[in-house]
């Protein structure tokens, strides 16, 4: 069984700028931004990010999505080798994105926002958004592994 693993440059960016993009729009200020905001209990007049290196926010944000598409294109190559695959569809990797999200992201985070006493509701936001990235990464990490 050969296991060779190789890095699908344009599609793990293409991934990450799809996946940047669809967060903004999640968390834009006429969706999901006000909901979770409410449900941090942060005060209206509070900006998010006060006090903060916003720019560097995003570049560590933009840092995160691309090890994840990285790791993503892999576990779809590692999919591909182990199921004796020629390809993988949109679906599949949509599907094994999403499974990614669910086993990792949000299960990860939900211990941090139960123990930092946010709830259930900003968790579940808080994931929405992680798991349209990953679902779309896998998407189109399928077309390029």
Same mark, same amino acid.
């Given at each position: 069984?050969?296991?060779?693993?190789?890095?699908?440059?344009?599609?793990?960016w +293409? /991934?990450?700028?799809?996946? +940047?993009?669809?967060? #903004? !729009?999640? *968390?834009?200020?006429?969706?999901? *931004?006000? $909901?979770?905001?409410? =449900?941090?209990?942060?005060?209206?007049?509070?900006?998010?990010?006060?006090?903060?290196?916003?720019?560097?926010?995003?570049?560590?944000?933009? $840092?995160? &999505?691309? $090890?994840?598409?990285?790791?993503?294109?892999?576990? &779809?190559?590692?999919?591909? %080798?182990l #199921?004796?695959l020629?390809?993988?569809? &949109? !679906?599949?990797g /949509?599907? $094994? @994105?999403?499974?990614?999200?669910? /086993?990792f992201?949000?299960? %990860?985070? *939900?211990?941090?926002?139960? *123990? =930092?006493?946010?709830?259930?509701?900003?968790? &579940?936001?808080?994931?929405? @958004?992680?798991?349209? @990235?990953?679902?779309?990464?896998? /998407?189109?990490l399928?077309?390029?592994?």
């Amino acid at each position: 069984m050969d296991v060779s693993v190789y890095v699908p440059w344009f599609g793990v960016w +293409f /991934a990450v700028i799809v996946a +940047f993009f669809a967060n #903004y !729009l999640y *968390f834009g200020p006429k969706t999901m *931004f006000p $909901v979770w905001w409410r =449900a941090m209990r942060k005060p209206a007049d509070e900006k998010p990010g006060d006090g903060q290196n916003m720019p560097l926010v995003f570049a560590l944000m933009v $840092v995160a &999505l691309f $090890v994840q598409a990285i790791t993503l294109s892999w576990v &779809l190559q590692a999919t591909l %080798t182990l #199921y004796d695959l020629t390809d993988i569809s &949109l !679906l599949t990797g /949509a599907l $094994v @994105g999403l499974g990614m999200g669910v /086993a990792f992201a949000a299960m %990860t985070s *939900f211990g941090h926002r139960m *123990f =930092a006493g946010q709830g259930f509701k900003v968790w &579940l936001i808080e994931i929405g @958004g992680d798991l349209l @990235g990953l679902l779309l990464m896998g /998407a189109i990490l399928s077309i390029y592994v």
